[in-house]
């Protein structure tokens, strides 16, 4: 089992490029900070649901969808 941290940071880099959103971009449109955004993309920050439900809303995505373990 991976480290959910990780799961959730390629999940919203992977999605966020395919929006082709900046991490500035999704930081603006999520309000939170772009290091913070750049510390969940590497796995290395544990972002509350509170914040994990702006980026799921900032992506248009629902934030289940965020927490996926499946590739791509």
Do not use: H
Request: proline content about 3%; overall charge positive; hydrophobic content about 45%.
């Amino acid at each position: 089992m991976q480290d959910w941290r990780v799961i959730v940071g390629k999940n919203v880099r992977r999605i966020r490029q395919q929006r082709r959103l900046t991490q500035e971009k999704l930081a603006f449109e999520a309000d939170l900070d772009l290091t913070y955004i750049g510390g969940i993309e590497r796995g290395r920050r544990n972002p509350s649901l509170l914040a994990m439900a702006r980026i799921a809303e900032a992506l248009s995505v629902p934030l289940v969808k965020l927490l996926s373990e499946q590739a791509g």
